[in-house]
């Protein structure tokens, strides 16, 4: 069974830089045909995909967000990482850590919130 655990800060600042880590048991971030996500939910609004990074290391963004995003990964400590550039208060969200094979994410991480303010 795969898990997906997010860490990160809680509070980001309006113009900085917000950064996540998603740490991935039972499974490798390697392993074929694997796609890892990050989407966020505002409150009270839809979830938002952000972008993947695929099991070659391919990345791919959501059109809105692609001039400020920035997915990363560590095989060895088989983590992925968003950075979020030039941050403002509409980026406070719970955010949400994903695999899935190309379709549907099949699993998810808990989410962690992230507000954004001064």
């Known amino acids: 069974q795969v898990q997906l655990q997010e860490s990160g800060p809680g509070l980001v600042k309006p113009s900085q830089t917000l950064s996540l880590t998603c740490t991935i048991s039972g499974a490798s971030i390697t392993t074929n045909y694997y796609y890892w996500s990050w989407i966020r939910q505002p409150p009270g609004k839809g979830l938002e995909w952000i972008g993947f990074?695929?099991?070659?290391?391919?990345?791919s963004y959501s059109p809105s967000l692609k001039s400020r995003t920035s997915i990363s990964r560590d095989t060895s400590k088989n983590q992925f990482t968003l950075q979020l550039s030039s941050v403002t208060p509409e980026g406070t969200a719970v955010y949400y850590c994903?695999?899935?094979?190309?379709?549907?994410?099949?699993?998810w991480g808990q989410g962690t919130q992230v507000t954004v303010s001064s």
């Open positions: 994903a695999r899935d094979e190309g379709t549907t994410p099949t699993d």
């Open positions: 990074i695929s099991y070659s290391g391919s990345t």
